[in-house]
């Protein structure tokens, strides 16, 4: 079982930055693949940026070049910088993690662990 507290989100300015953070309860953080995803009223849920454990990403198309993921598996912490946010980023960001060695055998399935959630809003 992995255990996911996601923090860091706040009102915000069009333009503006923020950085939101998740901690992962788990012995051994460095064999997960870990994410965000969000999620605003109304509309699909969306993957936001990926980290495998690895280190390699992958960002959605709509915040390429505006966000940054990243991992410290020395503190067990999901990051994600966001910049230039726009009022379309307003919406619920979860943390989500699964086992990388699963998600290879397995590259379709969801992530199977997801936390509370931490919401953004952007204003015009």
């Known amino acids: 079982q992995v255990q996911l507290a996601e923090s860091g989100g706040d009102s915000v300015q069009s333009g503006g930055s923020l950085r939101l953070s998740c901690v992962a309860s788990r012995l051994t953080f460095s064999d997960l693949c870990m994410g965000w995803f969000r999620q605003a009223p109304e509309k699909e849920r969306e993957e936001v940026a990926t980290?495998?454990?690895?280190?390699?990403?992958s960002y959605g198309d709509s915040v390429k070049g505006r966000f940054t993921i990243s991992r410290n598996n020395a503190t067990n912490m999901l990051y994600l910088q966001m910049n230039a946010l726009k009022p379309e980023d307003t919406a619920m960001y979860y943390c989500v993690a699964d086992i990388c060695a699963y998600r290879r055998l397995h590259p379709s399935s969801p992530f199977g662990f997801w936390g509370q959630g931490t919401q953004v809003t952007v204003s015009s």
């Open positions: 980290i495998d454990s690895d280190g390699s990403t």
